[in-house]
Every structure is written in C-alpha cells, then in structure tokens.
C-alpha cells in the first residue's frame, strides 16, 4: 500500500515538473531563427496588448487545448510575472494533448522586461497571404528547367507510390522543423492530395520568406495530364 501511494506521489510530482526556459536562453534562441519556436502568451488579450515579448502569439490558457500548435514545435509559454499561474496550467493542458517539447518562461514577461530584451505592444497585422498558383503545363517546364523545387506534403507512404519528378516529402506535419533545410534562391511548388493541405503549407512557407505556388489540380491534377511520375 505505502509502495503505491509513493510510487503515485512520484508519478504526480514528475508530471507537475515543466521545465523552465531563462529569458537568456529564450532570447538567444530567438536570435538564432529557429523555426520551430513558438513562445505563446497564455494572459488575457486585454493584457497581451499592452506589451508582450516580440514575436510572441497570445493563445489565452483557456484557448489553448484547440489552438493546433505544430507537435514539433519547440514552446514556451509565459505569463506575466512569476506568481502568475497560468503559464504552468497551461503546460499541463498541452501535455494531456501530446505536447512533450514545453517549458515554462521563469519569471514571465517581467524578468524579459527586467532583462532589457525587446517587447510590443498591440495586436500584429494579419498576414495578407497571396496564393499563387502555377499549372501542371508550366510546373513541368520550369522543373525541366531546374527553376523550381517541388514540395511534397503528402504522407510519406503516398509519397512513395507516386510524386512528381525530383519531389522532397516534407509532410504537412513536420513542414516546421524542416523549413531552415529548404533553399531560399529557389521558387519552391507545394502540392498535395487536398488544397487544403497544400495551401496551408504555401502559407507557412510565405510566412517564413519562400517564393512558392501551388500546383493547380494538385497531384491529381498531374496525373491526369499524364505527365511523368516517379515511383519508388
């Protein structure tokens, strides 16, 4: 019975345990560019638009379990000073949902504030996403060319029965933590077996800086102009 209950204790006690992030370490990982930080402010919008860290989404806590972050993402999460609780709550909602890179900002936004690292204030602009299309006709003669690469976001078992010609397989899943491998000298092609797959990874591909289109028809699209398909 008292091996039970300590093995219990034990288990709660490493489950309560989020790791911390300093706002040294935050700031030096921003500065690096890495594509899969996501640093969330969990306050209420009210709060968030008064000044929060730059670059920072505001997700308020209760929102937070529907939000869809990437899995892959590395997340940090903060409130606005070290009493606040929310920050560990909201950890723990995303661990239930299958997050497993969290950790909470020691300190919150003050110890950023205190530390002299950049902050703003308001609500950033939406993003006016273009989406330009390009034609299986075309697609087939710019990658001919050599002026394009095409992007395959599929799973990687559809992949591999059939993709266009010199393709990469970066699934709509893991799309974040393989945009710093992608050239940026190059028009990128995204296709996909639903739009709506493809147009969302035109849209982060945009947001991280690429020239890229959508293949019009998508894969489908190309095979039915019977245009050559690589199989492996």
């Not at 489950?15 to 921003?30: E, K, V």
């Not at 075309?138 to 393709?167: M, N, Q, W, Y």
Request: aromatic share 6%; with cysteine.
């Amino acid at each position: 019975m008292f091996r039970l209950l300590a093995l219990i204790l034990l288990a709660t006690s490493s489950w309560s345990a989020t790791p911390t992030t300093d706002p040294t370490t935050l700031r030096r990982d921003q500065l690096s560019h890495k594509a899969t930080l996501s640093i969330i402010d969990v306050r209420p919008p009210d709060d968030y638009a008064k000044s929060h860290i730059q670059g920072a989404r505001n997700i308020p806590a209760q929102s937070l379990p529907t939000a869809q972050l990437p899995k892959d993402s590395q997340i940090v999460i903060y409130c606005g000073d070290p009493a606040c609780p929310l920050g560990q709550s909201a950890a723990d909602q995303l661990k239930l949902s299958g997050y497993t890179n969290i950790s909470v900002l020691d300190g919150g936004l003050s110890d950023w504030q205190k530390k002299g690292y950049p902050t703003q204030a308001g609500f950033p602009k939406p993003l006016n996403h273009s989406h330009p299309t390009t034609t299986a006709k075309d697609a087939r003669r710019k990658l001919d060319s050599g002026l394009l690469i095409p992007i395959d976001t599929r799973p990687a078992k559809e992949f591999v029965a059939g993709r266009l010609p010199h393709a990469q397989n970066i699934p709509l899943e893991s799309l974040e933590s393989s945009i710093s491998r992608l050239p940026k000298d190059k028009e990128l092609l995204v296709y996909d077996r639903q739009a709506s797959r493809s147009r969302q990874a035109q849209e982060r591909l945009q947001d991280a800086g690429f020239k890229v289109s959508e293949l019009s028809g998508g894969f489908a699209g190309w095979v039915k102009k019977k245009f050559p398909v690589e199989v492996k």
